[in-house]
């Protein structure tokens, strides 16, 4: 082990690692119960999607572990898997289909990955644009989260309104979310875990949540079921593109924050490994897709683990080693994710952890402030994550051009412009 993955070299121990190890995969194995919750939704079904998550962290975190021996797990990200689902009903395709947009968004992402291409993609997008994303996802998420519960609920009058609060539901729900907070303020590690299981307790014994079976042998993965053809004859190109844009946003991003928590980022500010890293990440999507799952990205929970310890490639390993554990939790899962009150405060939690970056974005620069606008209004109002992307990248060089700052705005912006432009006269969402 030692000498697999440097552990002296790296300033730690067996024990450091595998502690490290317990404690993000404490953090980030919410994602088992939530992701099924929401995909199922889109009408994947539940036994498919728990077994494709499972398969799409162990690959991704066994890569990260071996190839570039980093504390960082992989799993299919928040966000995305929300909008797996909106796409399948606004589109009015099968889940199959949007399987397919994932999945070549994932091979792209490998393209990329062995390319100088991928850099330029990230240095030619401004800040601004990449924050708006990232916000905007999080506000979306967060309304799904409030849907879900019927915090929220619709209105003909006002399109929404406030839900009925006195339902058991919903009453769960404001209690986990309440629990849910206490714990993250406290910083307790695995917290949003944590307050899932204590809701989950309640739900219980309030005779709302009803488990017959802990334990059980693993579901048969369900392989390649997905519809590529679909994808061109649906015009579904800007999916796509949102996807694998997004991934690889929030993928480098989360890199690039453990790194230098961990002490890994070099002096001339470049990451070792970096390629094996995101191969990770884009491996885990292609294969999550061929099981069913949304994309995969890496966890800002690995924080967790690198503040317990962890600096090799072992403490992923210890995760991955407790993911193939979970597969024998299904019956407890399924039970779990069925009830919106347990799942619908991790939204609305990851969603507020996602609007970070708004604080970095320039407002006081109408040019760099309104395309960030425009994404975040937008994403959550329309219910798609590639419309709020389409309307940013557009409106972007066009107040640029307009208030002669032209020539700061890279070529791939213009390109990407008349792309999305045309995207949306000539394949409009349905």
């Known amino acids: 082990m030692n000498h697999l993955f440097q552990l002296e070299k790296n300033n730690t121990t067996l024990k450091t690692e595998i502690l490290a190890g317990i404690t993000t995969f404490l953090t980030m194995v919410y994602i088992v119960v939530v992701n099924p919750a929401i995909l199922s939704n889109a009408g994947v079904p539940f036994d498919q ?34 909008y797996f689902v909106t796409e399948v009903v606004q589109q009015d395709v099968s889940y199959s289909v949007i399987l397919g947009t994932v999945f070549l968004a994932g091979i792209l992402f490998v393209i990329l990955s062995l390319t100088s291409l991928r850099e330029t993609l990230i240095t030619a997008i401004p800040a601004s644009l990449k924050y708006g994303i990232t916000s905007g996802i999080g506000l979306f998420i967060a ?11 619709s209105s003909e009058a006002t399109l929404v309104t406030l839900g009925d609060l006195s339902t058991p539901g919903t009453l769960l729900t404001v209690a986990g979310l309440l629990i849910t907070l206490s714990l993250i303020a406290r910083k307790v590690t695995g917290g949003l875990f944590i307050g899932m299981l204590i809701t989950a307790v309640i739900g219980f014994f309030t005779g709302q949540l009803e488990i017959t079976k802990v334990v059980s042998a693993p579901p048969a993965p369900v392989f390649w079921d ?21 991934t690889i946003f929030d993928t480098t991003g989360t890199m690039i924050g453990v790194a230098e928590q961990a002490g890994f980022i070099r002096k001339d500010g470049s990451l070792p490994r970096a390629r094996a890293a995101l191969m990770a990440d884009a491996s885990a999507t292609t294969v999550g897709a061929m099981f069913g799952t949304s994309p995969s990205s890496a966890y800002i929970e690995s924080s967790s683990g690198v503040a317990a310890g962890g600096r090799t490639g072992l403490t992923t390993i210890v995760v991955a080693v407790l993911f193939i ?18 799942t619908a405060p991790v939204l609305i ?31 959550p109002l329309t219910s798609s994550i590639a419309t709020g992307i389409s309307l940013g990248f557009i409106t972007y060089p ?32 349905h």
Not at 61 to 82: H, Q, S
Request: aromatic fraction near 14%; proline fraction near 4%.
């Open 49 to 82: 999607v728990f077994m494709a998550t499972i398969i799409a962290a162990v690959v991704g975190t066994l890569i990260m572990a071996f190839a570039a021996n980093y504390p960082i797990a992989i799993a299919p990200g928040m966000g995305m898997n929300a």
């Open 143 to 153: 309304f799904l989260g409030l849907r879900m519960s019927g915090i929220i609920v």
């Open 226 to 246: 997905m519809d590529l053809g679909g994808v061109f004859a649906n015009g579904l190109y800007t999916v796509v593109f949102a996807f694998l844009l997004v």
């Open 325 to 342: 554990i979970s597969m024998f939790f299904a019956p407890i899962v399924g039970a779990v994710s069925g009830l919106p009150a347990i």
């Open 349 to 379: 939690i990851v969603g507020c952890f996602m609007m970070e970056g708004l604080a970095k974005v320039n407002w006081g620069a109408f040019d760099d402030a309104f395309p960030a606008f425009i994404i975040i209004l937008t994403m």
């Open 398 to 429: 066009i107040l640029k051009l307009v208030m002669g700052r032209g020539k700061q705005v890279h070529w791939i912006l213009y390109l990407f412009a008349i792309i999305f432009i045309l995207q949306m006269i000539f394949f409009p969402a």
